[in-house]
């Protein structure tokens, strides 16, 4: 076994008497730094023992001899360890000026080994802080570069914090000392605090107290290899619960942007029976219209530039409506029951749509930056975060749900509209204004179009060709949901969005896509008219 020398002994036990006997005073023992004038090891001792003193009163007396170290301020003059400050010298445990020049003061060397020690000592510090933020990076940092020196500072932290999270962080990396224990009991604790992790490298470390060396455990105690089996499991549950969430929210985010561009489809589509090839060109608008409003806010509002999402909604709108407004009054009125000439005009008008798009903007994607409120997200167990931008998303989706079936079921345009969806030769004779409301159908359809384009905005890249990948879907929703269908196309897009995701994990994204696809025709075959067959109950309420 490796002996340490005399000198290193000593300093350890010094080091040890003074943390451990009676309160800490004001100022630091002269033995606690004493460790700087030796070898390199215990410099790197000091350090660490400096850290272990962070939750007693002189945790700011040690903060301020280890800036002093990483600033190269701490040196050694006539075997004392002291600070220079400027033209003065003081002693480095007292603060005591001393009667030494700078000149005579040797630095304490810093190389990368210091650093690394010196970030655990000050995440040890870091324990008693009243900020929860500064506390929880501690005891991550800690947690990854635990030893046995730290038990003192779990120990002391534990008792202590009142946080969950933090307590967790603390109680594994405590568990993990505690694993290479010579006591059974204290390793059988270990084995079923970190049960309650569900980091893999957790896993790892528990599944090594099952291994076997020839016809030997490396863990002899019975009872704690039934325990670190049962935490194993637990992990597994645990981890493949969070990534099921995960899977489960990507999914629904993307359910969501299937229903924003589905939903002025089913408008469209329901009024006018019109196959709208140039509908992902509509997305294209709006999230083209979304990147102008960015660049307004940064070059004249830059105060006020999180908030140029807020400012797109209406642009984005009103952008995509226009486009679908001139559509409709110039090509597509013209051939009303001609569904091939339809087709071929709307995708020749897509083309015109993806190359004024690459004059107007290039050809390049552009990336539009998250305002600071939609940055980051939620972290769950197993490293699965929710993000942000995709939760705001999911929220705007159901908030441009409610105001469609708002208008659908409580304005006069609205019963227009299903009245023409309906039956349009007897909406017609009762009154009701057809082809107005086909411009006004076609200019909604397309505006929410232009809102799925700026939600898409911000979780991909704004390109001329960004629509494309995503009209094969909305046709897909439609169809599935029932033709001219909200509830239709909600549970439609729900579930061709969480059902890909699941699948796509499975099988992988081509697959996956091949899958959805087969099931879509088989379900067409046997139930032409999709989920929701369309029929006169909305216009009996």
């Not at 004493?34 to 215990?42: E, K, R, V």
């Not at 400012?311 to 559509?327: T, W």
């Not at 139930?527 to 029929?535: D, H, S, T, V, W």
């Amino acid at each position: 076994m490796h002996r340490l020398p005399a000198l290193q002994i000593l300093l350890r036990g010094v080091l040890l008497l003074t943390l451990l006997v009676g309160p800490a005073r004001a100022a630091l023992d002269e033995g606690m730094v004493a460790g700087f004038a030796g070898d390199f090891q215990s410099r790197l001792d000091t350090i660490e023992a400096l850290g272990v003193a962070g939750g007693a009163e002189g945790g700011n007396e040690a903060r301020r001899v280890l800036d002093a170290l990483e600033a190269g301020a701490l040196g050694v003059a006539g075997g004392r360890v002291v600070i220079v400050h400027g033209d003065t010298v003081a002693a480095a445990a007292t603060g005591e000026a001393l009667d030494i020049a700078p000149a005579a003061v040797e630095p304490v060397t810093v190389n990368n080994r210091v650093r690394r020690a010196l970030a655990t000592a000050r995440a040890a510090l870091a324990l008693s802080s009243a900020d929860r933020g500064e506390r929880l990076a501690a005891a991550r940092t800690l947690a990854d570069n635990t030893g046995e020196t730290l038990l003192p500072v779990f120990e002391r932290a534990l008792a202590s914090e009142a946080d969950d999270e933090i307590r967790g962080v603390l109680g594994r990396a405590a568990a993990r000392v505690y694993l290479a224990s010579g006591d059974a009991a204290r390793r059988l604790k270990a084995a079923e605090m970190l049960g309650e992790s569900s980091d893999p490298a957790v896993k790892n470390l528990l599944a090594a107290l099952l291994a076997k060396n020839g016809n030997d455990w490396s863990e002899p105690s019975a009872e704690v290899r039934a325990a670190a089996e049962a935490s194993i499991r637990a992990i597994d549950r645990r981890v493949a619960t969070a990534e099921a969430v995960g899977t489960l929210f990507s999914g629904l985010s993307l359910g969501s942007i299937l229903l924003l561009a589905a939903l002025g489809l089913a408008i469209t589509y329901g009024v006018m029976g019109v196959i709208n090839m140039a509908h992902g060109e509509l997305l294209m608008v709006g999230a083209y219209a979304t990147f102008v409003v960015q660049g307004v806010f940064r070059n004249h509002f830059p105060a006020y530039v999180d908030w140029y999402v807020v400012a797109a909604i209406p642009v984005a709108f009103l952008s995509a409506a226009l486009v679908g407004v001139a559509m409709e009054r110039l090509v597509l009125r013209h051939l009303y029951g001609r569904p091939l000439e339809s087709l071929l005009a709307t995708w020749g008008l897509s083309l015109v749509l993806i190359q004024a798009a690459r004059v107007s903007f290039g050809p390049q994607n552009l990336e539009l930056a998250n305002p600071t409120w939609m940055s980051g997200g939620i972290e769950m167990a197993a490293g699965v975060v929710l993000p942000w931008n995709r939760i705001v998303i999911v929220g705007f989706a159901v908030f441009v749900l409610l105001l469609i079936w708002l208008m659908m079921q409580k304005t006069r345009l609205g019963m227009f509209v299903r009245a023409v969806t309906q039956n349009r030769p007897m909406a017609g004779c009762v009154g009701v204004p057809t082809a107005r409301v086909d411009t006004l159908a076609f200019a909604i359809g397309s505006g929410v179009a232009g809102l799925g384009g700026l939600a898409l905005s911000q979780i991909a890249n704004v390109g001329p060709a960004m629509g494309t990948g995503y009209i094969v879907d909305a046709f897909m929703v439609v169809v599935l949901g029932g033709v001219g269908q909200l509830a239709g196309a909600v549970w439609a897009a729900l579930g061709l969005g969480i059902v890909g995701k699941f699948l796509e994990g499975w099988a992988g994204a081509v697959i996956a896509k091949i899958l959805v696809l087969v099931f879509i025709i088989i379900f067409i075959q046997k139930r032409p008219q999709g989920i929701f067959a369309l029929k006169g109950r909305f216009a009996d309420n």
